[in-house]
Nanobody, 118 residues
Framework: QVQLVESGGGLVQPGGSLRLSCAASGSIFDINDMGWHRQAPGKQRELVASITSGGSTNYADSVKGRFTISRDNAKIAVYLQMNSLKPEDTAVYYC????????????WGQGTQVTVSS
Protein backbone atom coordinates (compact mmCIF):
# COMPACT_ATOMS: atom_id res chain seq x y z
CA GLN A 1 0.00 0.00 0.00
CA VAL A 2 0.96 3.64 -0.45
CA GLN A 3 0.55 6.23 2.28
CA LEU A 4 1.00 9.97 2.03
CA VAL A 5 1.54 11.98 5.21
CA GLU A 6 1.32 15.77 5.18
CA SER A 7 2.75 18.17 7.72
CA GLY A 8 3.43 21.87 8.11
CA GLY A 9 -0.06 23.30 8.24
CA GLY A 10 -1.21 25.72 10.87
CA LEU A 11 -2.42 29.22 11.62
CA VAL A 12 -0.62 32.14 10.03
CA GLN A 13 -1.34 35.84 9.63
CA PRO A 14 -1.97 37.36 6.20
CA GLY A 15 1.31 37.95 4.43
CA GLY A 16 3.00 35.15 6.32
CA SER A 17 4.57 31.95 5.08
CA LEU A 18 4.21 28.22 5.59
CA ARG A 19 5.98 25.22 4.15
CA LEU A 20 4.02 22.04 3.64
CA SER A 21 5.70 18.66 3.41
CA CYS A 22 4.42 15.34 2.13
CA ALA A 23 6.26 12.07 2.56
CA ALA A 24 5.25 8.94 0.71
CA SER A 25 5.79 5.35 1.74
CA GLY A 26 4.87 1.98 0.30
CA SER A 27 5.30 0.17 -2.97
CA ILE A 28 5.60 2.79 -5.66
CA PHE A 29 6.83 1.56 -9.01
CA ASP A 30 6.45 4.65 -11.12
CA ILE A 31 5.31 8.17 -10.38
CA ASN A 32 3.65 10.33 -12.97
CA ASP A 33 3.37 13.42 -10.80
CA MET A 34 2.94 14.69 -7.27
CA GLY A 35 1.22 17.79 -6.07
CA TRP A 36 -1.07 19.64 -3.76
CA HIS A 37 -4.79 20.22 -3.88
CA ARG A 38 -6.92 22.20 -1.46
CA GLN A 39 -10.53 22.31 -0.44
CA ALA A 40 -12.31 25.03 1.47
CA PRO A 41 -15.79 24.59 3.00
CA GLY A 42 -18.46 24.82 0.34
CA LYS A 43 -15.96 24.76 -2.50
CA GLN A 44 -14.69 22.16 -4.93
CA ARG A 45 -11.30 20.62 -4.39
CA GLU A 46 -8.87 22.44 -6.65
CA LEU A 47 -5.36 21.90 -7.90
CA VAL A 48 -2.85 24.20 -6.25
CA ALA A 49 0.42 22.99 -7.73
CA SER A 50 1.88 19.86 -9.27
CA ILE A 51 5.23 18.62 -10.45
CA THR A 52 5.82 15.81 -12.93
CA SER A 53 8.49 13.16 -12.88
CA GLY A 54 10.29 15.24 -15.49
CA GLY A 55 10.27 18.32 -13.29
CA SER A 56 7.58 20.32 -15.05
CA THR A 57 5.46 22.41 -12.70
CA ASN A 58 1.93 23.67 -12.88
CA TYR A 59 0.27 26.23 -10.63
CA ALA A 60 -3.20 27.55 -10.14
CA ASP A 61 -3.46 31.14 -11.34
CA SER A 62 -4.39 32.25 -7.83
CA VAL A 63 -1.07 31.11 -6.35
CA LYS A 64 1.39 31.89 -9.14
CA GLY A 65 4.26 34.00 -7.89
CA ARG A 66 3.48 33.16 -4.26
CA PHE A 67 3.74 29.37 -4.00
CA THR A 68 6.59 27.12 -5.07
CA ILE A 69 6.42 23.35 -5.38
CA SER A 70 9.50 21.17 -5.14
CA ARG A 71 10.28 17.49 -4.81
CA ASP A 72 12.79 15.03 -3.48
CA ASN A 73 12.54 11.94 -5.65
CA ALA A 74 15.03 9.99 -3.54
CA LYS A 75 12.73 10.34 -0.56
CA ILE A 76 9.52 10.35 -2.59
CA ALA A 77 8.52 13.62 -1.04
CA VAL A 78 6.99 16.86 -2.23
CA TYR A 79 6.94 20.29 -0.65
CA LEU A 80 4.95 23.47 -1.04
CA GLN A 81 6.48 26.77 0.00
CA MET A 82 3.66 29.25 0.51
CA ASN A 83 4.51 32.93 0.77
CA SER A 84 2.39 36.06 0.95
CA LEU A 85 -0.52 34.04 2.24
CA LYS A 86 -4.01 35.45 1.92
CA PRO A 87 -7.22 34.63 3.82
CA GLU A 88 -8.58 33.01 0.66
CA ASP A 89 -5.77 30.46 0.89
CA THR A 90 -7.48 29.01 3.96
CA ALA A 91 -8.31 25.38 3.22
CA VAL A 92 -7.39 21.80 3.89
CA TYR A 93 -4.39 20.98 1.73
CA TYR A 94 -4.07 17.46 0.40
CA CYS A 95 -0.98 15.80 -0.96
CA UNK A 96 -1.50 13.86 -4.18
CA UNK A 97 0.54 11.22 -5.95
CA UNK A 98 -0.36 9.96 -9.39
CA UNK A 99 1.15 6.61 -10.31
CA UNK A 100 1.46 5.27 -13.82
CA UNK A 101 2.64 1.69 -13.25
CA UNK A 102 1.50 -1.02 -12.87
CA UNK A 103 -1.70 0.95 -13.39
CA UNK A 104 -2.78 4.55 -13.23
CA UNK A 105 -3.98 5.42 -9.74
CA UNK A 106 -4.38 8.46 -7.55
CA UNK A 107 -3.23 8.45 -3.93
CA TRP A 108 -4.25 11.09 -1.41
CA GLY A 109 -3.06 12.16 1.99
CA GLN A 110 -5.37 12.89 4.90
CA GLY A 111 -4.89 16.62 4.57
CA THR A 112 -3.42 19.40 6.68
CA GLN A 113 -5.30 22.53 7.69
CA VAL A 114 -3.98 25.92 6.64
CA THR A 115 -5.70 28.91 8.19
CA VAL A 116 -4.76 32.45 7.21
CA SER A 117 -6.30 34.95 9.59
CA SER A 118 -5.42 37.97 11.66
Amino acid sequence: QVQLVESGGGLVQPGGSLRLSCAASGSIFDINDMGWHRQAPGKQRELVASITSGGSTNYADSVKGRFTISRDNAKIAVYLQMNSLKPEDTAVYYCHLGSSYPFEYDYWGQGTQVTVSS
